[in-house]
């Protein structure tokens, strides 16, 4: 016997055809991407919306002296870079960045190398060194402002090994303030450096390393070789990100030294809140403007440098 096929009736073809285009807009109505929109709202009324603006009012006379908003061209811009004041801050948030950049990746690639090892000891040591990641800016200044004070516990410390009275003034010199600092800011944020170099030493293959230590490599001679070249992924991370995050530094200088002694660590996003906090919007918006342009300007040459030594090696 031969089966024979039967087409399908008309009306049940017609009830396929109809199904077919709510099916697919179903899909497209459940499709992942619409679970980007709340983020993207959110982006876009509380990033994007501000960033501009912040262009616009650049260019007004915009103060609480003033009732109206006017628009003044450039002259917001030529009276900041002629005080001088502007050009002296930007060089101090270069300056303090790049404190910050290395002292923070040294601290972590350390850390990494010293608790690379997978033992008890060693994960709880990760997790305490992260700790200062997840807490406060603020608290993180504030401690630090109350222990290096001439009266303070670290002087207290060093005067019970040294049998002296020490009181040593840590964030009342212009000169090396700034260090010290950064030294903060390196120390809370290290912890998060430690877990990417952590990261990148796991991928690094070990029967690579193998071979080296089996023609007689030694250990610094591997991490020159070996080891550090193919962390570059992860330098290039933590150099980006420890760069910009400090150029936008504010809470752990404001709540240490509030920009003294003498503006010796007056960043410029501690400029721009006092000059807003005086009345002056419009400048604190130019300067604001200002430091987007410089970090702008900063991060792409040093992240394509970084991504092409990747290639590199």
């Known amino acids: 016997m031969t089966a024979q096929l039967t087409p399908l009736a008309p009306a049940a073809s017609t009830r396929v055809a109809r ?5 697919g ?4 109505q459940d499709h992942p991407a619409w679970f980007l929109v ?3 709202i959110i982006l876009i009324v509380f990033f994007f919306v501000p ?3 912040n262009f616009v009012y650049a260019f007004t006379n915009w103060s609480s002296f003033h009732s109206e908003i006017g628009f003044v061209g450039f002259d917001n811009f030529t009276a900041l870079f002629s005080n001088g004041s502007l050009i002296n801050d930007l060089r101090i948030t270069l300056v303090y960045a790049v404190l910050v950049a290395v002292l923070q990746n040294l601290f972590g690639l350390v ?3 010293v608790l690379e090892r997978d033992t008890a000891i060693n994960r709880f040591a990760r997790v305490a060194f992260f700790v200062p990641v997840v807490m406060s800016a603020l608290a993180v200044g504030y401690i630090f402002q109350a222990m290096l004070k001439p ?4 002087n207290q410390i060093l005067g019970f090994f040294t049998g002296q009275h020490v009181t040593i003034a840590w964030l009342g010199s212009t000169t090396w303030t700034i260090v010290v600092v950064a030294v903060i800011h390196a120390w809370k944020w290290m912890g998060l450096s430690m877990l990417i170099f952590l990261a990148g030493l796991k991928t690094i293959n070990e029967d690579i390393l193998e071979a080296a230590r089996l023609d007689g490599a030694s250990w610094w001679t591997t991490f020159r070789s070996i080891r550090f070249p193919l962390l570059a992924p992860a330098v290039t991370f933590n150099v980006a990100t420890a760069l910009l995050g400090s150029m936008n530094g504010f809470d752990i200088v404001q ?3 509030a920009g003294g002694p003498g503006g010796s660590t007056e960043l410029l996003n501690i400029f721009i809140f006092r000059t807003f906090g005086q009345g002056l919007f419009a400048q604190a918006t130019t300067m604001s403007l200002t430091l987007f342009l410089m970090v702008t ?3 792409f040459p040093v992240i394509y440098f970084l991504r092409r030594r990747e290639n590199v090696l």
């Open 297 to 299: 300007i900063l991060a």
């Open 151 to 154: 009266e303070g516990a670290l």
């Open 111 to 113: 850390l990494a190398l």
């Open 255 to 257: 709540a240490t030294t």
């Open 38 to 40: 709340p983020a993207l």
């Open 51 to 53: 960033t501009i603006f």
């Open 25 to 28: 807009l179903r899909r497209r």
């Open 19 to 23: 199904k077919a285009p709510r099916g």
